[in-house]
T-cell receptor, first 111, second 112 residues
Framework: QKEVEQNSGPLSVPEGAIASLNCTYSDRGSQSFFWYRQYSGKSPELIMFIYSNGDKEDGRFTAQLNKASQYVSLLIRDSQPSDSATYLC???????????FGTGTSLTVIP | DAGITQSPRYKITETGRQVTLMCHQTWSHSYMFWYRQDLGHGLRLIYYSAAADITDKGEVPDGYVVSRSKTENFPLTLESATRSQTSVYFCASLGQGGNTIYFGEGSWLTVV
């Protein structure tokens, strides 16, 4: 069983819409949860992280965590063409500072 | 410039050859990681290191060797390259707060 599962997409949304990206994880002991953005040919960059149940907002981005369901999501409001990228979900294990990544969801924002 | 630098950025090698990918960071972060990224598999952890002279296996360590004699360097060696090791390799370090991984620009390796 994979540590982190993501729908690979592709996901397409029109400009200005809300993009919703989802992720599930297998280990209930996972400590923190992360969303990274990766443009084609580039390295991943951190968008935000969350470790408490509920919502965390940062600008146009909102991360949602439900530990009971082992589910993490990322909402992107007012999507822009520059948001077109692959979004990676990651979890951090309690021990060893190991981070495990999902396969990523490809998002295209259509102008 | 501060950060993580990887070299070489692009490499083509032949099956059976030894290849070393270099990674250097200027932040003095304790934790460093090597990931490979393949279509359909995402980022997979190869090896990680908690400090100089402390390394441990990740998800896919077979065929790879690492060392960390100095905090700032974390080289990854493919002892006898195979075609299945054709991939993009990312070196990364963990920021002081323990929640931000910083990635290098990646090393594109092709084994022919």
């Amino acid at each position: 069983q994979k540590e982190v599962e993501q729908n690979s997409g592709p996901l397409s949304v029109p400009e200005g819409a809300i993009a919703s990206l989802n992720c599930t994880y297998s280990d209930r002991g996972s400590q923190s949860f992360f969303w990274y953005r990766q443009y084609s040919g580039k390295s991943p960059e951190l968008i935000m992280f969350i470790y408490s149940n509920g919502d965390k907002e940062d600008g146009r981005f909102t991360a949602q965590l439900n530990k009971a369901s082992q589910y993490v999501s990322l909402l992107i409001r007012d999507s822009q063409p520059s948001d077109s990228a692959t979004y990676l979900c990651a979890v951090k294990k309690v021990t060893g500072n190991q981070f495990y990544f999902g396969t990523g969801t490809s998002l295209t924002v259509i102008p | 410039d501060a950060g993580i630098t990887q070299s070489p950025r692009y490499k083509i090698t032949e099956t059976g050859r030894q290849v070393t990918l270099m990674c250097h960071q200027t932040w003095s972060h304790s934790y460093m990681f090597w990931y490979r990224q393949d279509l359909g598999h995402g980022l997979r952890l190869i090896y990680y290191s908690a400090a100089a002279d402390i390394t441990d296996k990740g998800e896919v360590p077979d065929g790879y060797v690492v060392s960390r004699s100095k905090t700032e360097n974390f080289p990854l060696t493919l002892e006898s390259a195979t075609r299945s090791q054709t991939s993009v390799y990312f070196c990364a370090s963990l920021g002081q707060g323990g929640n931000t991984i910083y990635f290098g620009e990646g090393s594109w390796l092709t084994v022919v």
